[in-house]
């Protein structure tokens, strides 16, 4: 069964993420949240069933009632199953897996789908074109790193991109590192410069051949894409990324904690 990814947009501050969570089977809460999974994608757990009860699987898992919820939550986002107060968890109605993948691509990753591989189809040097000058706040001509990569999971294309870094922050720098999913966190260590901020926006798109051609669409299938811009330290511009996510296996979801913001507001009579 394929994966049908989520995002989010907006802004970012970034912090990096711990390399021991990036390891696939690392984190207790990953692995009960993978034999669940497992199970109901296999129909092991068929639509409507009834998961094991919380103290039955920190039974199972030797883990505490708290990781338990969080790898259920895992489950939750992704739309596997239901939670009903004072009844309990169920496998959905029709479950399809849903990955929500935040502008914090590698944490999304980490929780979600640590098996996902990225390949490398190219990365060359080259001038800045106006597009990227004005993103990246460099002179047109200026030496950038471009790199097209392409995510699979379970063999299955489900995202592209195009990225253009500026070349004073890519020393250093090899195809192995692009390859890697916690590519930013490795870029801002190898460099050795500190990542602040990532400005993200989201808008549907036509699929132009060559997105086309990498996610198995036909030319002109409607996709998302989202545009990403990382600053260093003074709001200085470091990458430009352009992503394309394949639209059967891609929905937005956004998190606002409403009471944060509209404490303070007043309502007009």
Known sequence: M??????????????????????????????IAGSVRDDILSGALPPGDRLPSERELGDR????????????????EERLIVRRHGS???VSARPQRRIPVMIDYTGSMC??????????VAWRYEPADAVTSEALRIGVGDEVLYAERIDSLGGEPVACDRGY????????????????IDFVETWSKVG?????????????????????CRLKLKRGKPVLRSTE????????????????YHPAHICIASQHHWADTTSGRRVKP
């Open 111 to 120: 929780d979600h789908a640590p098996s996902l591989d990225r390949c490398v």
């Open 229 to 244: 811009t990382y600053l260093a330290s003074e709001e200085q511009p470091v990458g430009l990324f352009i992503s394309f």
């Open 88 to 90: 309990g968890t169920y």
């Open 61 to 76: 898992f030797d883990a505490s009632r708290v990781t338990v919820r969080r790898a259920l939550r895992t489950l939750e």
């Open 2 to 31: 394929t994966p049908l990814l989520c995002l989010t947009s907006g802004v970012y501050y970034f912090t990096l993420a711990s390399m021991t969570e990036i390891e696939q089977g690392k984190n207790l809460y990953a692995r």
């Open 192 to 212: 050795q410069f500190t990542i602040e901020l990532c400005q993200q926006t989201v808008e549907a798109v036509e699929a132009d051949a060559d997105v086309a």
């Open 165 to 180: 870094l500026a070349a004073p922050f890519t020393q250093g720098l090899t195809d192995a590192h692009l390859a890697r």
